[in-house]
């Protein structure tokens, strides 16, 4: 398995509350992502980052923040977190601009009450 | 409309069946990635391919670029391959994937 390992996988917090999930790899990839998996939705594009401190938005960027201060460590974030954030969350890691595999981690549960 | 769609969405087959996926897209590509999720589990990376056809055991995935049409074929399908398929294209000179919203398979003994 690719060393991505994602934290925590379960978690359950109040409306309003901030929340900051962790991604974490051992493979030195380049690239990170974070994903949400809704049902009827395919994965949806939240943040993703090419290089310490550089990230970008993706389609479903409102209301979170992503943070890259190391290779290894990928940290995404919801402010003050709403139902509708209610999500299975994932992160993966790939060098895709070499056009290689990606590896995802084993998800997020979160539920937002 | 979706920039990548999947058929069926759902799929039963009796174990043994040979099963077809199929992946379409839209936007121009580099490569197309096949993943699987089993149940509450994470997702995992069958193959990665950028043209003709790919095998491993008894997946084979095919790729027309021309067609813009992805399938993946499971020969003598088992229940342990019960899980959802999920086909995913980088855009064409970028760094990200799209997703197709995925094929859910249940194989019954």
């Known amino acids: 398995d690719a060393g991505i390992t994602q934290s925590p996988r379960h978690k359950v917090t109040e409306t309003g509350t901030p929340v900051t999930l962790r991604c974490h790899q051992t493979e030195n990839h380049r690239y990170m992502y974070w994903y949400r998996q809704d049902p009827g939705h395919g994965l949806r594009l939240i943040h993703y980052s090419y290089g310490v401190k550089d990230t970008d938005k993706g389609e479903v960027s409102d209301g979170y923040s992503v943070s890259r201060s190391k290779t290894e460590d990928f940290l995404l974030t919801l402010e003050s977190a709403t139902s509708s954030q209610t999500s299975v969350y994932f992160c993966?890691?790939?060098?895709?601009?070499?056009?290689?595999?990606?590896?995802f981690g084993q998800g997020t549960r979160l539920t937002v009450v | 409309k979706n920039e990548v769609e999947q058929s069926p969405q759902n799929l039963t087959a009796q174990e043994g069946e040979f099963i077809t996926i199929n992946c379409s897209y839209s936007v121009g590509i580099s490569a197309l990635h096949w993943l699987q999720q089993h149940p509450g589990g994470g997702i995992v990376s069958l193959f990665m391919?950028?043209?003709g056809k790919k095998k491993h055991g008894r997946l084979i995935a095919t790729i027309n670029i021309q067609e813009k049409h992805s399938s993946l074929h499971i020969t003598a399908s088992h229940p342990r391959d019960s899980a959802v398929y999920i086909c995913a294209v980088p855009v064409y000179n970028t760094d990200k994937l799209i997703f197709g919203t995925g094929t859910r398979l249940q194989v019954f003994p």
């Open positions: 391919l950028s043209s």
């Open positions: 993966a890691i790939s060098n895709l601009g070499k056009n290689t595999e990606a590896f």
